[in-house]
C-alpha cells in the first residue's frame, strides 16, 4: 500500500483521541506528537514538518468541535485539508502553448526515470490527442539514445536522433524545427543526467533552455529520495528555473516524503506521477486525491463534510432567532448580510423566516448582489450612526456623507435606511404573531 507507514503512524493519532468528548490544547499534544512523529519518519522535511503541526494545532482548538462529530474524526478532517493545502490546492495542469509546438525539456538525476518519463508523457498525451515528438540529447550514453528510440517506437512517436557528437543544445534546436516541419503539438526534450549535480550538467541544460525556450521545465525526481526530492527541484529552480517537478517511483515503498515536501520547499508544484513501470503508469498529481489516499478514511472524511454541511444550517437558524430578538441596528444588518454571504445562500435564509413568502432565484441573484452595497454603505457610517439608524433617518447630510464616502448614491444609502426600518417592522409583527398569535398589521 502507497504511504503505508504514514497511513499507520497517523491512525495512531486518531486513536489517541478515542473517548475523548472534546478537542483541547491538552488532549491534542498527544495526537500532535504522533503526527509529528509520523511525518518526520516519512522524511518530510523538518520546517515543513513544524508548519504542518502548527497549522493543524491552531485549527483543532481553535474551531469548534462540529456537532455530531468525534473528536478524531475531527483531526482527520483538519489533517487532511492541510496535506491538501501542503501539496498545492490546485491541480497543476500542463501548459500548453498558445502557437506553434509546446516544448517540454526534461532534466534531473541519472537513474530517477527521466528516458521512462519521455515514453509515458508520449503515450499520456496521445491520449489526449497530442502528437508528440521525443528528442534524444543524451548525448553521453548511447545506450540512451537507443533506449528512447525503442520507446518511441513503442508509443508510436517519431524520436529525433542527431548521435553523440552534436551539442545538445543544437539537437534540442534541430528536433524543434523538424517537429515544426512535421507540424507536431508537443516535443518532449530528453537530457542527459548525472549521478550527482554537477556544474557542467547544469550550464548545458542552460544552454539547451536558452535554444529552445521551452514552454514547460520539468524535473524529473525520485520518489524514493524522500526530502532530497525536494531539494533538488530547489536547487534546480535556482540554477535553471522549471516549471515543475515530475515524481516518479510513487508506487514501491517510497515514504511519502517527497510529495509532500516539494511543494512547500520549492514553491514549485508537483505536475504529473509516476506509479509504475508501465507506459500508463504516470498521471496527473491530484493533492486531495493523494491526500485521501494517504489517509485511507475516505468515508471519515465524508461524514465529516456532511457534518459541516449540517451546521452551516443550524447557523442559519441561528441567525434567524437574533434577528427576531434583536433591536435590529445596522451593526447587526452587517452582520446578518455578511453571515449570509459566508453561507453563500440567501434563500435558504429567508426561506426561514416564517412570514417573508417565497423567493425567485433572481430575487435571490439580486439580493446577492446587494450584499455587497449594504457593506460598503454600512461601513462608511460612524459607529453612532450604526447604532442609530434614526440620526440617518433624520439627516439628508449625513445621508450624503455616507454615498460620497461608500461611492453609492444618495438614493442607495436611503433605500438601505427604509429597508432597515421596514425590518424592525416585520419582525415586531412577528414577534406579535409568535407571542400574543394575533394577526400581524403588515404596515409596511
Ligand atoms: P533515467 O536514467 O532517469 O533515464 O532512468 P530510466 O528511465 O532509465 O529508469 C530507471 C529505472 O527506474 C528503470 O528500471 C525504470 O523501469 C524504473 N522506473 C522508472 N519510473 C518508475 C516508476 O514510476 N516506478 C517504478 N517502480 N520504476 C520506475
Known sequence: EMFGQL?????????????????????IVEPMREIRRALLEADVSLPVVRRFVQA?????????LIPGVKPDQQLVKIVHDELVNLMGKEVSELVFAKSGPTIILLAGLQGVGKTTVCAKLAFYLKKLDKSCMLVAGDIYRPAAIDQLSILGEQVGVPVYTAGTDVKPADIAKQGLQEAKRQNV??????????LQIDKAMMDELKEVKRAINP???????????????????TTFNLEIGITGAILTKLDGDSRGGAALSVKEVAGK????????????????????????????????LSFVEK?????????????????MSAKFDFNDFLKQTRAVARMGSVSRVIGMIPGMGKVTP???????????????????????????????AESPTRRKRIAQNSGKTEQQVSQLVAQLF???????????????????????
Do not use: H
Open 7 to 27: 497511513t499507520s503512524g497517523l491512525e495512531s493519532a486518531w486513536n489517541k483521541l478515542k473517548g475523548e468528548e472534546t478537542l483541547t490544547k491538552e488532549n
Open 56 to 64: 493543524v494545532t491552531d485549527q483543532a482548538v481553535g474551531v469548534g
Open 185 to 194: 503539438d508537443v516535443v518532449i526534450v530528453d537530457t542527459a543526467g548525472r
Open 215 to 233: 514552454t514547460e521545465v520539468l524535473l524529473v525526481v525520485d520518489a524514493m529520495t524522500g526530502q532530497e526530492a525536494a531539494a533538488l527541484v
Open 269 to 300: 508544484p508537483i505536475k504529473l506521477v509516476g506509479r509504475g513501470e508501465r507506459l500508463e503508469d504516470l498521471e496527473p498529481f491530484y493533492p486531495d486525491r493523494m491526500a485521501g489516499r494517504i489517509l485511507g478514511m475516505g468515508d471519515v
Open 307 to 323: 457534518a459541516q454541511e449540517v451546521m452551516r444550517q443550524e447557523d442559519a437558524e441561528d441567525l434567524q432567532k437574533k434577528i
Open 362 to 392: 433572481a430575487q435571490i441573484r439580486e439580493a446577492e448582489k446587494n450584499v455587497k452595497n449594504m457593506e460598503a454603505i454600512i461601513e462608511a457610517m460612524t459607529p453612532e450612526e450604526r447604532e442609530k439608524p434614526e440620526l440617518l
Open 422 to 444: 421596514q425590518m424592525r417592522v416585520r419582525m415586531k409583527n412577528l414577534m406579535g404573531m409568535m407571542e400574543g398569535g394575533s394577526t400581524p398589521a403588515l404596515s409596511n
